[in-house]
Nanobody, 124 residues
Framework: QVQLVESGGGLVQAGGSLRLSCAAS????????MGWFRQAPGKNREFVAA????????IYADAVKGRFTVFRDNAKLTVFLQMNSLKPEDTAVYYC?????????????????WGQGTRVTVSS
């Protein structure tokens, strides 16, 4: 019933910016914690950022802290990932995930639902 759809990926030069979005539908998704993960070719999936479903809790991976911002539009049931000062090592497929718990977490196995991903490529 729950569906997550990512969009906003593309090709950008190093130092540029992109804003990813995740549209959520089905169930009480506005109360779920939401996370962003990424997977580069030949690499394991890694945590990027998360926010709580209730309240204002935020978590960022050290690799993106200070460059990426996660925020939520609860009225539209959409979560955004603003990515600035992009680096070639940010190149990956980015996935949106939802956790039925309201508490944000970095642990991928805690998330109950996943989108299909949107590809981000950063050229040097």
């Amino acid at each position: 019933q729950v569906q997550l759809v990512e969009s906003g990926g593309g090709l950008v030069q190093a130092g540029g910016s992109l804003r990813l979005s995740c549209a959520a539908s089905g169930g009480p998704v506005s109360t779920y914690a939401m996370g962003w993960f990424r997977q580069a070719p030949g690499k394991n999936r890694e945590f990027v950022a998360a926010l709580s479903g209730i309240g204002s809790g935020l978590i960022y991976a050290d690799a993106v802290k200070g460059r990426f911002t996660v925020f939520r539009d609860n009225a539209k049931l959409t979560v955004f990932l603003q990515m600035n000062s992009l680096k070639p090592e940010d190149t990956a497929v980015y996935y949106c995930a939802a956790d039925r718990s309201a508490a944000a977490t970095t642990r991928a196995l805690s998330y109950d639902y996943w989108g299909q991903g949107t590809r981000v490529t950063v050229s040097s």
